[in-house]
Each structure stands twice: as C-alpha cells, then as structure tokens.
C-alpha cells in the first residue's frame, strides 16, 4: 500500500515537470516567431524619392511679332481648379480658392510603384529612337498615372478629360509629382491649357505617344486652332521622357492657304491658322529633355514671356518642304539654355523673337531647315530689342540660311552682343546673313526707321555654302547701318566648283581680325557719319 502511494506521487510529480516544459518550450517558440517577423518588416525600403528640378535651368516669319504678345491668355479649353472664371480682365488668374479636402482623387486613382524593378540598361531607347521594351522605370509614390482617371491610349478616344484630372490633382501636391504618359499607348488628346501655379514642382512624363485630332476637320469647332498643349504660368516644370509627341501635321500642311499649295505652286487667301504643338507662356524654371517631337503642324515650340528655360536632348523631325514648323521659337524670354538636340524641319530650327536677353545654344545638329535666326524684328513698325545671344559648337546642313538676323525696314530698337562661335557649314545657301529689308512680299515700301544691328561676332565659322548664294551677305539699312561687325577665323568654300563668290556688303561697318576666305573686302571701317547725327534706339 505504501509502494503504491509512493509511485502515485512521482507519477503526479513527473507530469507537473512535462506540462511546465511543455509551456516554456511553446512560448519560446512563439517568441521565435514574432522576432522574425519584425525583422522582415525592417528591412522593407522606402519607395525612391524623385529627383529635384534643376532650378537653372521661330516662327512663321510673319506669324507673330512683338506686338503680337498676348495681354491675355492664351486660348483653348482650360484645365485649372477653376474652370468657369479662368482669367480677369488684366490677364492674370483670378484668386481660387483653397482646393476642398475632396479635391483629390480617392487612394486608388494613385498608380502604385512598379513590381519589376528598373532596367539596368543605360539607354532606355535604342538609336532609332523606339522605345526599347525594357520595364518601366520606378517612380516615386505620388505619381498620377493618366489611365488611372480613365484615358483609354488607343490613339482613337478622346483622353482630354483623362489628362486634365490627372493635371489638376497632381499639381495639387505639395511635394514634386509625375503625370505619367505611360510607355506602350497612344494618347489623343484636345487643344488644351494646363495652368499652373502648382503647389511643388511637376513632372510631365512622356514615356508613351501624345498626339491630337488628325487635321483641321477633326478639330473641335470651340478650340482654338493657333494652339494644342499649352503650358500657362507653370514654376519648376520638367517635360521629359523617351516618347513621342506626334503632331499629325500633313493635312495642315495641305491647306491650300499654305506655301506653294494653291494651283500653279500659289498660296491661295483663307483662313490659316494652324496650331503650335507645345507651348510655354508666362512660365520659369523650365526643362524639357529627352522628348521626340515629329511632325507639329506649326512651330513644334514656343516659350512666351518666360525665363530659365533649359532645354536638351530633344529630337525634332519634320519634312524640309513643312511650312512654318519651326523647332524652337522664343519670345520675350530670358536665361534660356539649348543644347545638345538635333532638328531637321521645315522652318528655323531655333528663332529667337524680341524681348530676349541672355540665351546660350550649344552643340546643335540643325538641318535641313532654315538656319538658326534672331528675327523678324521690327514687323509693323515696332520696337524690338534683343541682346547677349551666343551660338556655339553647333552644325548647319543643308539649310537654306546658316546664321541670321533679320529686321523690317520701320521698326525700331536694337540687336546688339551677339556671338556666333564654332559652327561647321555644309552645303548651306546663306552661311551668314544681316537683312535689315526683310520682306516677304514684293510690296514692302522703303523706310528710313530700322532696328539697330551693332556687337556681332562671327568666329570660327567653316565649311561649304551653296554656289546659287554669297557666302556672307551685310545687308544693312541706308539709314541706320550695322556697325561693330567682327569676323576672324572665317572660311567658306563652295561646295561645288571652284568658283569662290565675293561677300556682299551695304552700309556696313566693322573690322577683320584675320583674313577670311573668301575675302571680306566691302565692310567699312570706323563709325557711320549717318549714326552721328541720329538719336539711336540702344533699348
């Protein structure tokens, strides 16, 4: 009996001990567990942050002038957080409102960071300019993907709503946010304004292809016709991304009020207009890089009344017989960098209008086309003034002009520190023109008012002209002549034939620092006797 009461308790004693370890080891194992997994979610990384905007950063010859800036904004249907009283009488926004809490789109209208990881490639695209089929590169949180608020990209449905919700609520943000044009769909899209300020800066994506209504015919009757994208009174904007904005421009093209498009090669009367494919009006701290633009039925750029522009690596293309599809047109416009891009069209491939100051080019493939020109100025007797322009390390091919300034006979104002530097000539026409008589008709009368042309440096400037042309052409008022021209390192050949033709020259004034091929001998020496007697317009 007692043997039994004895094995009784070690029996209880021997499962007390089991259910203790039991419970120790179970709640060691839980421990375990949550140790680890607090230790995954440590490691998880934050999404990328987008990189800051760099803070840095023409025209149909008788399109536009300097009295043609606009007081007011510019036209098309409007995209802004206040659509029915867009703009007062003096041409700035009305005040909004704050925006309501409700003013952004729900969590999901937000594209999420890609699944797959950015290519490791170092050229998304390859050299013919098409997208390579590489993923999507990764962006930061706040990015407005444009079919997330319903565009379509089938290149045949409307997206302009799509695009102006996506606009709104990005630049709603107060950090920088992406408006994403993704790659792979095409997007057709209305004349449209996107008008800023935006809270922080904004980036416009274009990975995919933007483009509008194919030709005049498909255009909105309520829409203007002068215009397509438009960028109004935007601060730290980037237009970016290895897409294609295709303008459509044939059929604007084929207007029979166009050049040389009426019967017997006649340019018939009627309504012209034809849209400019992007513009930039009373904006600063600017960048566009990267884009490809083909085909605008007018100038495939316009910067208005704005100021540190930067623009590079872009590509523009567009027939050489297009009309008026100028490249870069800017106007009133300061602190404006353009450089490494190419641009073969129609037109100028960089204009520069009245009212700018401070503008450097460089490193320019530019042709065919019509050169890069400074004008027209004075058009309709108006006063234009432009000064501090450099071109530089650039190349002209068969263009029609290589680097030019051209004023209206009546105008008024002055041209003056301008330095074209290193640029190579091949098989241009006019490698190097002054034309204080522009004209582009046979009815322009004489007039003794002219926009003054002084400061002008021509240095390194080499290659072959074409023979139907002098090389170097100063054709300067009688009234208010050139003066301060200055030409070393100088050397054009024809680019067939060996038959050099002579420079010409009239009323102007200025000085050789090394001899020139082939020989300037008709520049002047000292100042116009006609410049001492006149009150000249220095602006």
Same mark, same amino acid.
């Given at each position: 009996m007692a043997f039994s009461r004895v094995s009784?308790?070690?029996?209880? /004693?021997?499962?007390?001990?089991?259910?203790?370890? @039991?419970?120790?080891?179970?709640?060691?194992?839980?421990? #375990?567990?949550?140790?680890?997994?607090?230790?995954?979610?440590? =490691?998880?990384?934050? %999404?990328?942050?987008?990189? %800051?905007?760099?803070?840095?950063?023409?025209?149909?010859?008788?399109?536009?002038?300097?009295?043609?800036?606009?007081?007011?904004?510019? =036209?098309?249907?409007?995209?802004?957080?206040?659509?029915?009283?867009?703009?007062?009488? +003096?041409? *700035?926004?009305? %005040? @909004?409102?704050?925006?309501? =809490?409700?003013?952004?789109?729900?969590?999901?209208?937000r594209a999420p960071p890609p699944s797959n990881p950015p290519s490791n490639e170092d050229d998304e695209y390859n050299s013919t300019g098409a997208p390579s089929p590489s993923p999507s590169p990764a962006y930061p949180a706040n990015v407005f993907d444009v079919r997330k608020f319903g565009a379509v990209g089938d290149g045949i449905t409307d997206d302009t709503e799509a695009f102006k919700m996506a606009w709104d609520s990005a630049c709603q943000e107060e950090d920088s946010a992406v408006l994403l044009v993704p790659y792979g769909s095409s997007f057709m899209i209305q004349s449209t304004i996107f008008t800023g300020p935006c809270q922080g800066g904004i980036v416009f994506q274009v990975d995919g292809t933007l483009m509008p209504p194919d030709g005049p015919d498909s255009w909105a009757q309520k829409n203007s016709k002068r215009q397509w994208l438009v960028f109004y009174r935007v601060n730290q904007m980037s237009l970016q991304g290895g897409g294609v904005i295709d303008g459509r421009g044939q059929k604007w093209w084929d207007l029979p009020c166009k050049p040389h498009k009426g019967i017997n090669r006649t340019t018939l009367p009627g309504p012209c207009d034809s849209p400019i494919a992007i513009r930039f009006f009373m904006s600063s701290n600017l960048t566009v890089q990267g884009i490809r633009v083909k085909d605008s039925p007018q100038f495939n750029f316009r910067f208005d009344n704005c100021k540190?522009?930067?623009?590079? @690596?872009?590509? $523009?293309?567009?027939?050489?017989? &297009?009309? !008026? +599809?100028?490249?870069?047109?800017?106007? !009133?416009?300061?602190?404006?960098?353009?450089?490494?891009?190419?641009?073969? !069209?129609?037109?100028?491939?960089?204009?520069?209008?009245?009212?700018?100051?401070? /503008?450097?080019?460089?490193? $320019?493939?530019?042709?065919?086309? #019509?050169? $890069? *020109? $400074?004008?027209?100025?004075?058009?309709h007797n108006s006063r234009a003034c432009v000064s501090n322009i450099t071109v530089r390390?650039?190349?002209?091919?068969? &263009?029609?002009?290589?680097?030019?300034?051209?004023?209206?006979?009546?105008? *008024?104002?002055?041209?003056?520190?301008?330095?074209?530097?290193?640029?190579?000539?091949?098989?241009?026409?006019? %490698?190097?023109?002054?034309?204080?008589?522009?004209?582009?008709?046979?009815?322009?009368?004489?007039?003794?008012?002219?926009?003054?042309?002084?400061?002008?440096?021509?240095?390194?400037?080499?290659?072959?002209?074409?023979?139907?042309?002098?090389?170097?052409?100063?054709?300067?008022?009688?009234? /208010?002549?050139?003066? !301060?021209?200055?030409?070393?390192?100088?050397?054009?050949?024809?680019?067939?034939?060996?038959?050099? @033709?002579?420079?010409?020259?009239?009323?102007?004034?200025?000085?050789?620092q090394t001899l020139t091929i082939p020989p300037v001998s008709c520049l002047m020496e000292g100042v116009p006797r006609s410049l001492l007697n006149n009150d000249i317009d220095h602006c």
């Amino acid at each position: 009996m007692a043997f039994s009461r004895v094995s009784l308790l070690v029996f209880c /004693v021997s499962l007390i001990c089991f259910f203790f370890s @039991s419970e120790a080891r179970r709640h060691h194992h839980v421990k #375990h567990k949550h140790t680890h997994h607090h230790h995954i979610v440590s =490691e998880i990384s934050e %999404p990328p942050s987008l990189p %800051p905007l760099s803070a840095d950063p023409p025209i149909d010859d008788n399109a536009y002038n300097s009295t043609d800036a606009p007081s007011h904004p510019p =036209e098309a249907s409007r995209s802004s957080h206040d659509h029915e009283n867009a703009y007062n009488s +003096t041409a *700035s926004p009305s %005040p @909004s409102p704050s925006p309501p =809490e409700t003013a952004h789109p729900p969590n999901h209208a937000r594209a999420p960071p890609p699944s797959n990881p950015p290519s490791n490639e170092d050229d998304e695209y390859n050299s013919t300019g098409a997208p390579s089929p590489s993923p999507s590169p990764a962006y930061p949180a706040n990015v407005f993907d444009v079919r997330k608020f319903g565009a379509v990209g089938d290149g045949i449905t409307d997206d302009t709503e799509a695009f102006k919700m996506a606009w709104d609520s990005a630049c709603q943000e107060e950090d920088s946010a992406v408006l994403l044009v993704p790659y792979g769909s095409s997007f057709m899209i209305q004349s449209t304004i996107f008008t800023g300020p935006c809270q922080g800066g904004i980036v416009f994506q274009v990975d995919g292809t933007l483009m509008p209504p194919d030709g005049p015919d498909s255009w909105a009757q309520k829409n203007s016709k002068r215009q397509w994208l438009v960028f109004y009174r935007v601060n730290q904007m980037s237009l970016q991304g290895g897409g294609v904005i295709d303008g459509r421009g044939q059929k604007w093209w084929d207007l029979p009020c166009k050049p040389h498009k009426g019967i017997n090669r006649t340019t018939l009367p009627g309504p012209c207009d034809s849209p400019i494919a992007i513009r930039f009006f009373m904006s600063s701290n600017l960048t566009v890089q990267g884009i490809r633009v083909k085909d605008s039925p007018q100038f495939n750029f316009r910067f208005d009344n704005c100021k540190n522009v930067h623009v590079e @690596s872009i590509h $523009i293309t567009a027939p050489p017989l &297009s009309p !008026n +599809t100028d490249g870069i047109h800017i106007e !009133n416009a300061n602190g404006v960098k353009i450089y490494n891009s190419v641009i073969s !069209n129609g037109d100028d491939c960089v204009s520069i209008g009245s009212g700018c100051y401070d /503008v450097d080019i460089w490193n $320019i493939t530019c042709g065919p086309g #019509h050169g $890069i *020109s $400074i004008g027209s100025l004075g058009n309709h007797n108006s006063r234009a003034c432009v000064s501090n322009i450099t071109v530089r390390d650039s190349v002209i091919k068969s &263009s029609d002009n290589g680097v030019r300034i051209k004023t209206w006979q009546g105008g *008024s104002g002055a041209v003056s520190g301008i330095t074209f530097s290193n640029i190579h000539m091949n098989n241009v026409k006019n %490698p190097i023109i002054i034309d204080q008589f522009y004209c582009l008709s046979k009815g322009c009368s004489n007039q003794t008012s002219a926009v003054y042309v002084s400061d002008i440096v021509y240095e390194n400037i080499k290659g072959t002209y074409d023979i139907r042309s002098p090389p170097m052409r100063f054709a300067c008022s009688d009234s /208010v002549p050139c003066t !301060n021209l200055t030409l070393s390192d100088v050397e054009l050949l024809p680019a067939k034939g060996d038959l050099v @033709s002579d420079p010409y020259c009239w009323n102007a004034y200025g000085d050789l620092q090394t001899l020139t091929i082939p020989p300037v001998s008709c520049l002047m020496e000292g100042v116009p006797r006609s410049l001492l007697n006149n009150d000249i317009d220095h602006c």
